[in-house]
Structure formats: C-alpha cells, structure tokens
C-alpha cells in the first residue's frame, strides 16, 4: 500500500458521484482537493527525531506552533512526521491560500473534516454530519452546497455553525489533528477569533498544528501561561553541522568536516540554502571548493531568496532592506538614518514578526539580517542601485560612531573608504590600544590592513604604531610613534594618552620595563587631563591604563606594586563595557600571586578570568589560557600533577604575555621531569627560551628558565650542566641562589654551596614581608641550606632548617618543592616523627617513618640509584603492584620494570622484598 504522504494524497474520503457537480465555497470558488494533501517527501530526507518527538509530544496538547522563515523546512518536518505515523489515527491537512476569504477558509476546512468521518449533530438527537465538499448531498448542505450556517463568501460562518462544529468535535471518539500549512497568509481576524471559539469548545476533540512564517492571530499568550501551547522556532529549525553533512551525504557529497562546518555557519543553518548548495556542489567539478568561494549571490539561492523574501515585500520595505543590508545589525535609528524615513521601528519589527530572514536580538533594541540574505541584499543594492553603497557605509559608520559603537564604525568607514574617519575614531574614543591587545585586536586588525600609507595627522600614524606593535615589528612601531608623537598637541588629550597607552605595551615587548613604567606614570596623568565625560563613556580606558602599569610592574619583577595597580584595575572595572580589562588584570593579578606563591588568591583570580571570558565570549588564547595556565601551575605546586596536565592541555597555544610564556615553559618542564622525561623538559624551555619574543623578556623571567633548566639537569644526575646553565644568571635572587646551591651539593662541593647562600643573608629569613622575596623561592633557599646541613652531616640543621622551610610552605601547601628536592627530605622526616606528625599536608612519600640502621657495615651499594629509581622503590616499599606505581608516578608499566631491574642491580638484589629490605639497612627508604 503507497504511503499517502509520499504520494501526495491525504487519507480517504468520500467520493464525489460521478458527472455530479464540483463542491463549491460560498464564495462559487470550488473546493479545492489539492489542499488536502500532505506534500511529498524529497528522496533525500534529514531525519531529526527530536523534533518529530516534539511534536507528537505537542498533539497531546490543543495547540503546537511551528514558525520559521522561507524553506526552513516546517512543511517538510510536519510531513514527514505524517509520513511516520507518529499522528493520531484522525487527522487532516490543510493548506491555506494567500488571499482566502473566511468563508472559502471554513468550507475547505470543514471540507477537511469531512474527508476523516467527524460528525456534526444535526439537532437534539445528534443526527447529522459535517458537509462542505458533497454538492448538497448532506443533511446540512444547502441548495448550493454552502455548510449550513454559513453566511456569505466574505463573511464566514455564524456562532451557530461554529457552536455545532465544537460540538461535534468535542463528540468525536478520539481527537482530531488538523494540520493547517501556511495559516499565517490568511489575516483575518474573524478567522483566527473562529477557530480559537472552537478550539475552546472543542473539549479537547481538536489538536492544532500551525505551520508559518509569522505568529499567528490566536491569543497564544493565554495558551503559554497555561503551558498549553508546544513551539517550534526557527532556532530549533537551523540545521547542525550533523544535519547538514547527513543532507550532503544523501546527494552523494562528501566533503570534508571544515568544509561541512564552513556551509553551517555561512547558510546560519537554513535547511533550504544548505539544499540548495547540495544541488549546485553536485554539479561542480570540486565540492570542497565550492564551499570555499561560496558566494550568497549565487543564482540559485539569491533567486530563491529574492522571490520568496524580498519580492514578497512592498516597495518601501524592500527599499529599507536593501539599505540596511550593508550593516551588520540594525538598529531601528539606524534604519532611518540609511532610509531618510520614520518607519524603521515599525518595518523591522514587522519582518521579525514574519520571519522574512530578520531576527531581533535578544534584550536589544537591534535586529540581525540573516547573512545569506544580507549578501544577497547588497548584491542587488549594487545591481539596482550603483554607486549607493559606499554611501551608505559612509552615513552608518557616523551614525554608529555617535553611538559609540567604534568596532563597528570603524567596519563601515572602511568599506567606505574613508581610513582617516576610521583612525580619527579609534583615537578620539581612546580605542586605539584595542588594536594591540583584547578582543577587537585581530577584527581591527583586519579592517585596517588596507589602510594606505602616508595619511597625514596623529591618527592614522598612531594607527599604523599600533599595526606595527600588533605585529611585533618593534622597529616600525618605534618610528611610526614616534612620528605621531612629533605632531600631537596639548589640545588633543585624547590622542597622547593612546600614544602613550601604546608606549606601554611597547616597552613591554621590548623587555624594557623601564620605560613601560615610566609611560604607565605619564597614562596616569594624562587621564586627568581627558574630559570626564568623555571617560564616562569609555569606562574601560581607565581601567585598561591600570591594568597596563601593573603588567609593567610585573615584568620588572616589583610583584608587590604589581598586585596592587592590578587590584585598583580589577576594582575600576565595574561599570558595563570593561570585560577585556577585566579579564586581563584577572588573569595578570593570578599570575602575581602564584609567583608570590599564595595560590588561594592565584586560584581565585584565575576563575574569575576565566568566568570573564566566558560570559563575555573573549579569545581563549588569551583570559582562558592564562587563567587554565595559573591554575595548571597551583594544581602544580599541590603535587596534583594530573589534574595540572590536563589544564596546561588547556592553554591554547604559548602565551603572548612573556611572563606568562615562562610560567608555561616551566610548569611544562615540572611535569615532565616528574614523568621521567627530562629531554621533554629541555625542549619546552629552550623552546621559550628561544621564541622570536625571547629578547624581550624580563632578567628574572630569563633567571626563572634557567633556574628550571638546572633542576632538570640535577635530575638527569649531570650537575656540571646543572652549574652551566646558571652562569649568567644573577646570584644575589635567592631563587638563582638556592638552585646553584644544589647544583654544587650534587657536584660534591658543600662549602661552595653554603657560601652562595651566604651571599643572599638573610633575605629570605623568617618573618621577612613575602611581599619581597616570593614565599616559594624563600622555601627554595631554606631547603638548599637544610640539604647542605645534612650532607655536612649536621642533622640538628638539617632538622632546625627543614622546619623553617616547611613552616613556610605550609599555609599554601607547597608539597612539590619538598618531592623535588631530593629523597633527603624523606629521611630528615623519617628521623624526626614529631616534625612529619606537624606536617601531614606533605605527600605521603615523604612521611614514613625512618628506617631501622642495621648493626655492622652496611651493604655496598654497585651503584647510586636515580631520583626516580627511589621514587619506584619508595612505591613498592608501600606493596604496590606494578600496574599501581605506573599510575602513581604517571609512567608506563614497561617504565617501571625496567626500573625495577635496575633497582635488582644495584643493590644486590634477586626481588623485590630484599631490595627493598637491603635500601632500608643503607637508609635509602
């Protein structure tokens, strides 16, 4: 048996005598049977399960609405939801005409009924039926077939007949869903008021289901505040990049994942644009480039779209919507400053209602152009109205300007031509920094990539600075700066404070904090000199001037000043408007405080950048990934090496920041050398260390990679690389002090060791401000102290001095710097119960008790274990298995027994057990 929705024919009804006459609506049009079919389904079908369960979820209700734009496909998905056989048993289809007059709308729909049996009672006795189609062959039709109670051709039906029908409904053994396509064409009032009477009264016999392009006449408010209503928007209409690969791979296309997300996004979703490519991509010789040159002005969709939506407009609003076409958003002011007209709130406001490819914005005032469309628009603006656009993009961009929409307007002057406007805004609304750093920076970027040279005034040479900087074209920055500084004036407040908002970000990439400093102190007057009002409406300068003098302060290594021009920024962000800021002096003031080493703050801070970015949708290379890489390196400094690797993952690419790019060059060398991977190590810092930004980075910066390299040397058991490294680095930063000193310990020389100590005094003594020397690198110092004490063989300050180091750390928890320090750790604790009692926050490696000394000699050991080969002793001290190291210390399996084999080697051993007995007796464990 053919499936009726596929052939285009509805369920049976009664049929018409032959040679009798065709059935006719009051108005002596006939009845047409063609509108009762449910349209064909193309053979290439996108099922989509969700919304066919939606509605079929929607008819256990009175009323589901199904409302989206031209070929968005509402007509296909309710048939092929017939098609299914999802409906009830009872059900009718009905497409409404433009131009249907009430009275042709009732008899065609009652007409509908009557081909699905539903009975009308004719009186009291309830005997009767519901006829328009027979030729007055029923109890209630008339002498020229009209359903009784009708009226007239323009008229309608009376109460009466409506009462009846909802009584009939309401009668019926089980509910009738009627399908009425295209419903939106019919504006009737009377009709919409008709069919809700009977919708009311129907006692839930009839189940509605309206397809259109706008909303319909019924009071569909009193339907949602009684939950009784199921919508189906164009939102959920728009096709996935699933959808849309399916659709493709039903033409026999085959393309590739980008190419599919490229025609989602360029199509927004519209299922029949997407259609439309298929057709034309199977004729081209090479799909995936068709996508790549796809153009909205090709003729199958812009005819599609011109004839169903443009042409479908009067005149007025077609002329508004080819004006319009050349902004991206549209306000309504907007629009009647592109049409000279008043009428832009209404015509918007109206196409929106109608789904003609206009959509407002939600909370806003601004509508959005579907962007096919909006292509199509501006390729016919051109055709029928030559010369037109540029002028166009000229009165938007000053329109959009005096809004204070500078991204934007920029835009405009841009496809306009006109780059001194666009410079002259990005200046006068002290937006010129935006190009360097924060979310605008790439977009204004690309806007202004065409710019000619050689524009006169301060602007545009600002502009092109700000390109250059962008661009890390140190050289051209200087000399274009330097040129717009040569023709500033003291009347012009605006243009030196972003000259001097740009020297800041220079001296940064420079590696000059000096002078980034010192142009942050001359931002901070010059803020006084600018217009209060004019602040007022850039709230984010202030707070971008701030956050740019604590980025200063942080590259010259002055973490205390940092925090504190980084707090005052986080505290000037408040008002709308300031997220990149906001973020940034976050994500920089998370950075402070993880280099101090009060990771509560760091960890704070950096969830609050990455909350910024998120609700503000801001690049993840930059507020997401410092705040992923802040809180890769406190999860670091918790010893919780595997939740740390997953955030570092996180980070998208190295950091623009060089403060930054250091921090994630040696968390990535932490974890790779706890992983046994110290050539891993070397490459991610010497990586940094030879990035092009590598010359700009700060002397301590610079230090800090070194510092990391010679602790990963010191693991590789190669101290004479590990004192390498370090030879140009400054001796007098604790940090680079302690590190050396360990680098001399392991290369056996203790005195040398003590005496670089010496040389830092007592700058990371007890009780000194951690506002001064970070908290991490005094702990560093103290643990190189306590380590030479007990090579020294002084276990009283081994003991006095790891104590000291431990009182430090532990308000924070820095557990890492104590497993990295060497297994001496371990058997200081191991002597002193009560000292790892006090310390239960450290790792539970470093906790066990000390071993029992045997009488006698020791056994001789063949040769020195590795750090890592203690760590694998340590573990299966513990009875863990294989499989359990492995995961413990992040290695193979594999890498463990063959640890294990060495460990046999080296101690004399044939087992496990004994070797771990025999490194008891030699006070390895």
Known sequence: MQNPARTGSSAPGPTRAAGSAPARAPSGDPILAARFAVPALPGSLVRRPALLARLTEGVQGPLTFVNGPA????????????????????????????????????????????RHGVRLPDGPDGDGDLDGAPNGSGPNGGPS?????????????????????????????????????????????????????????????????????????????????????????????????????????????????????????????????????????????????????????????????????????????????????????????LADALTGRRDGEWTLARLARSNAFVEPVDGSAWYRMHPLFAEVLRAHLRHRHPGLEPRLHHRAARWLAADGRITEAVAQAADAGDWRFAAEQLVAALAVGRLVTGPDAEPLGRLLAAMPAGLDGPAPALVEAARRLAAHDLDGFAAHLRHAEGQLTAADPAARLGAAVLAVLGGRAAGDPRAAARAAADADRLLREVPPELLARHPEVPATVLAAHGAAELDAGHLAAAAARLTAAVAACGPAGTPAPHGESLGALALVELERGRLRRAETHARGALAVAERSVLPPRGLAGVGHLVLAGVATEHDDLATARNLLDLVAGPPADPVAAVRAAVTAARLATAAGDPAGALAALRAAAEDPRARALPAWTAD????????????????????????????????????????LLAAGRPDAALATLGAVGAVAGPGLPADQVPVPDQ????????????????????????????????PEELRRRFVEAGPWVGRVLGRHPQLAREHGWLPGRLLRPAPTQAAGPLPAVVEPLSPRELEVLGQAAQLLSTEEIAAELYVSANTVKTHLKSIYRKLGAARRSEAVHRARELGLL
């Open 71 to 114: 070929g968005a496909g509402k007509t296909l998905l309710a048939a092929h939801w017939l098609a299914e056989g999802r409906r009830p048993a009872a059900t009718a289809w009905l497409t409404v005409e433009p131009g249907d007059a009430p009275g042709t709308f009732w008899a065609h729909l009652l007409a509908a009924l009557h």
């Open 145 to 333: 077939g009209h359903p009784a109670g009708a009226t007239g051709a323009g008229v309608g039906p009376d109460r009466l007949l409506l009462s009846r029908l909802a009584e009939g409904l309401a009668r019926s053994p089980e509910p009738v869903v009627l399908v009425l396509d295209q419903f939106d064409a019919i504006p009737s009032r009377a009709v919409a008021d008709g069919l809700a009477f009977v919708l009311r009264h129907s006692a839930g016999g009839l189940r509605l289901v309206l397809l259109g392009r706008s909303e319909p006449l019924l009071p569909l408010h009193r339907y949602r505040a009684a939950g009784e209503v199921t919508e189906i928007r164009n939102a959920d209409l728009r096709f996935s990049p699933a959808d849309a690969e399916t659709l493709l791979r039903d033409h026999g296309l085959t393309v590739s994942r980008a190419a599919v997300q490229t025609l989602t996004e360029r199509t927004d979703g519209w299922a029949a644009g997407i259609r439309l490519c298929a057709l034309a991509m199977q004729r081209a010789g090479d799909p995936e480039s068709f996508v790549r040159e796809f153009a909205a002005d090709r003729a199958a969709v812009a005819d599609y779209l011109l004839a169903e939506v443009l042409e479908a407009q009067p005149p007025a609003t077609q002329d508004l919507l080819l004006r319009v076409s050349v902004a991206g958003l549209v306000h309504p002011d």
């Open 704 to 743: 800090g990679l070194a510092v990391a390299e010679s602790a990963v040397h010191l693991a590789r058991h190669d101290p004479a690389a590990a004192l390498a490294v370090l030879d140009g680095a400054d001796p007098a930063r604790p940090a680079v002090a302690a590190a050396l000193a360990r680098a």
């Open 779 to 810: 702990v560093a110092v103290w643990l190189a102290r306590a380590e030479a004490a007990e090579r020294l063989g002084d276990p009283a300050g081994a003991r006095r001095q790891l104590a000291l180091a431990l009182g430090l750390a532990r």
